[in-house]
């Protein structure tokens, strides 16, 4: 049920600041942003163990794959700048750190050893830097946020 309602407001937070009319460019990344997280899922979760989920539904944690991380990649990709990428990556890193920390602190996913942390931070930039990269890739390069001058 918690994990609906994060993806409640993962719609939520994508009516208010989403500029939509950038759908159909972010589309391509967005899809593979997806196929990553179902190909993560299934190598963490069904295939070594590393963490489990509270309910064994698996539409729980496909919904949160289908709702709250496109929403994370498109509005990751609507405000990506042309400069400090590193440090734009590691902001998001943490919000679906906190994300996911918040998941088990209320006890929707669990997990035992400390070292899966690290294991999450490292899947986590890797999907926002294969994000930032494929879709500096398709773009060529330009249409990122310039950076702000005092």
Not at 45 to 72: E, M, Q
Not at 111 to 130: E, N
Not at 132 to 138: D, G, H, R, S, Y
């Amino acid at each position: 049920m918690l994990v609906l309602v994060f993806s409640f407001l993962a719609i939520l937070i994508f009516a208010l600041l989403a500029d939509r009319k950038r759908a159909r460019e972010f589309f391509p990344v967005i899809i593979t942003g997806i196929i990553i997280r179902f190909l993560e899922h299934y190598i963490m979760v069904d295939w070594l163990g590393l963490w489990t989920f509270r309910d064994s539904h698996l539409i729980l944690p496909v919904t949160a794959d289908l709702t709250l991380w496109p929403v994370a990649y498109y509005l990751f990709l609507q405000y990506m700048p042309c400069k400090s990428i590193l440090s734009y990556i590691t902001t998001w890193v943490v919000i679906m750190l906190t994300y996911l920390g918040s998941l088990k602190a209320l006890g929707v996913i669990s997990f035992q050893d400390i070292w899966i942390w690290a294991v999450l931070i490292f899947l986590l930039c890797t999907h926002f830097s294969l994000i930032a990269v494929i879709w500096k890739w398709l773009r060529n390069g330009i249409n990122c946020l310039p950076e702000r001058t005092p």
